[in-house]
């Protein structure tokens, strides 16, 4: 079965704490955090983000599936080791060459937090192909980063298909998260690629119930 990681991207900041109960009573398998910088994507929710994790940290056990859509990943690397996520994913895009990429994957790791590299959807999925041994999973990103609500790019799902036939060709134990554009009517095609996590904002945050919906993600 598919899990669900829950954006927070949509949620108001009025109604964040009773939004993120809701979440945890509907069991949400993740919090995903959707940090920007206003320069990798247009976006800044930086200092968003950090208020909603010590909200949630607050509240909730639930894991935090952070998603670095920054320049300078190890800054921001720096912010969240120390929430202890259960993953930090951050983009191949973002950095500049295979051995800045090995040195945050490793940094990572020595925290004891699983690694994930994201590609935006103009990104060939074979380019982060050597990566994959040494990860806990990819996000691939199924709009363009950087905001919520956006329709789902059909061509992606091909990129999904393509890395579910490589990691199970060379037997590599890896996790595929979708992000972008995915909702009831949606779940089902990346589901049916290969994805192993959903992340869903908008279509579990503004329906009226979420156990029912989050429900219906998974069963569908």
């Known amino acids: 079965m598919v899990e669900i990681s829950t954006s927070i991207l949509s949620v108001k900041e009025a109604e964040s704490i009773k939004k993120f109960y809701d979440l945890e009573v509907a069991h949400t398998d993740y919090f995903h955090i959707d940090v920007m910088d206003g320069k990798f994507v247009a976006n800044n929710t930086s200092q968003l983000m950090k208020e909603y994790v010590n909200q949630i940290k607050q509240i909730s056990n639930i894991p935090l599936d952070v998603h670095l859509m920054v320049t300078n990943v190890r800054e921001y690397l720096e912010e969240y080791i120390p929430v202890n996520p259960n993953i930090i994913t951050f983009h191949y895009e973002a950095v500049k060459n295979s051995e800045e990429i090995m040195s945050l994957i490793n940094y990572i790791k020595e925290n ?36 919520g609500g956006q329709k789902l790019i059909e061509e992606t799902l091909n990129k999904i298909k393509q890395l ?6 060379n037997n590599i134990e890896l996790d595929i998260e979708a992000d972008g554009g995915i909702n009831l009517e949606t779940i089902k095609k990346v589901k049916e690629a290969g994805i192993d996590i959903a992340v869903v904002g908008s279509g579990i945050i503004n ?5 029912e919906t989050i429900k219906q993600l998974k069963n569908i």
């Open 207 to 211: 329906t009226e119930n979420y156990k």
């Open 112 to 147: 004891n937090i699983k690694v994930g590299l994201s590609v935006k959807p103009d990104t060939k999925i074979e380019e982060i192909y050597e990566f994959l041994p040494y990860i806990h999973m990819v996000l691939v990103m199924t709009v363009e980063p950087g905001k």
């Open 164 to 169: 579910k036939q490589y990691i199970q060709k």
